[in-house]
């Protein structure tokens, strides 16, 4: 049992309904802070729902309600992220998200990595392009992007594009990367350099990695889970 | 390539060649038929100039100025509040209750527009009255309010199509990056669903300019050049549809054909503006 310092995301009796049956029963979860936790199981049993409840993006979804609690330690204390006065705004910017297909925006490389910082609000130029390419470099991307930044986004390839929105999460600096599926459209090679990525930011983040790749997991995460039959259960 | 396929093809091609025919057939018939105007030189003072048969003076000015005032009007009222109530429904979307406020606004559509010109009537022109204390209620802004209730289900259906069409990843991307709604609308709903929502606007504008019934009800059909939002005007159509109830052969008869064919290149215009503005944003997009 890990010490309560090192625990970064506390997970107490989680249940959520879709149309009023139970997708997820009862989980209860700690999750060390700094470590790579790999969600394994079999497809359509929920696995993207419990990455969406660390962020709180299946809120859109229509009929669906949760139950239970979620605590995430920003700093030095606990935060329930389901607390009412907790803005959902905030959170996200602290707990980023990378999806199964990547899903740069229609517009320049340069401009999507910049997007998160627009969103929130920061409009100093300077500072702005320097986390841009801090992000960049951070996601094994600078090299291949730094003499076109303003081309279309839309024209990398698959593995670059992964990469791009891996870069977007990163520029807010989240504590904790919520990783649904990010290799599954990518060949072998690309897979492989952001699995290496996901090594080298473990000094920075705690993340979440749904996967279906047995081999893959066993490669890059500390732990493993498998989600089945609406339960979660630790597999080593 | 077998027969059945040519037989095929040929039908389809035909039963285009026909429908694009009849349009082009419309406006040739029309332009025939206003010719023996067209003939005297007179189209401009036509256009522009006052009507007053008695002294001999056929123009539509009155009813050109009446028309544009009011589908204009009409749809500076519609679009502020499509544009929230799509937004409501295909963004916002709380508990999903757009999806009935949707199947509403569809059955709206579906109201003769006579039923509207009586709510106008016995509702909105003594209301109007009341209000401003001028005239008779019968006016350009009776008209609009009740022509924009009556085109706002065409905009807000455009809209919400349009919005739907919003690719999911990119909302999903904005929503994960602490996105807001508004944000959201205007850095990725926007930019995907302006071309889809100005088809809406043309439309709803071309509606509201071809609708009848309303104005000829409502807005009193004075003659005269209307000189603010509170004066009685007559539309186009409206004016068609009078001349043609009181006459068959005279000046005043040939001059709705004319009214007709403002009509219709106004319409076209617009359409052909937009179809213009698309193919230029999008040369811009490429480069």
Known sequence: ?236 | MDVKETIFKSVFFAASILSAGITLFILGFMIVLALPILKQGLFFDMLTGPWAPDHGLFGLGPMIIGTICIALMALVISFPVSLGCSFFIGILNPRGLGKWLKKIIESMTAVPTVIYGFVGIFFLVPLVRELFLKGSGMCILSAAIMLSILISPTMILFFVQSFSMVPQNDLNAVDALGGNTAQKFFYVVLPHSWKGMLTGIILSFGRAMGDTLIALMISGNSVAFPGSVLDSARTLTAHIALIIAADFDSIEFKTIFLSSIFLYIMTSFGIIMSRFSFKKRKTINET
């Open chain 1, 1 to 236: 049992m890990p010490m309560t310092e090192n625990i970064k995301i506390n997970i107490k009796n989680l249940w959520f309904y879709y149309n009023d049956h139970p997708i997820l029963e009862d989980i209860s979860l700690e999750i060390p802070q700094n470590t790579i936790t790999a969600v394994t199981g079999p497809s359509g049993q929920g696995k993207s729902t419990f990455l969406m409840t660390l962020n709180r993006l299946w809120e859109s979804i229509e009929e669906t309600r949760i139950k239970g609690h979620i605590e995430i330690r920003f700093g030095s204390d606990f935060q329930n992220i389901y607390d009412k006065r907790y803005n959902v705004s905030d959170l996200r910017r602290q707990v980023g998200m990378v999806f199964q297909v990547p899903n740069p925006l229609p517009m320049s490389i340069y401009n999507n990595i910049a997007f998160p910082l627009k969103l929130k609000g920061e409009n100093n130029k300077t500072l702005g392009s320097f986390r841009v390419e801090d992000a960049l470099k951070r996601s094994f991307l600078w090299d291949e992007v730094k003499d076109r930044l303003n081309e279309d986004a839309r024209a990398l390839s698959g593995g670059q594009q992964q990469r791009l929105c891996i870069a977007r999460a990163l520029v807010l600096n989240p504590q904790v990367l919520l990783l649904d599926e990010p290799t599954s459209s990518l060949d072998d090679k690309s897979g492989r350099v952001i699995e290496d990525l996901l090594l080298e930011l473990k000094k920075d983040c705690t993340m979440i990695l749904v996967s279906h790749y047995l081999d893959q997991v066993k490669r890059i995460a500390d732990s493993g889970m498998v989600l089945s039959d609406r339960q979660m259960k630790q597999q080593w």
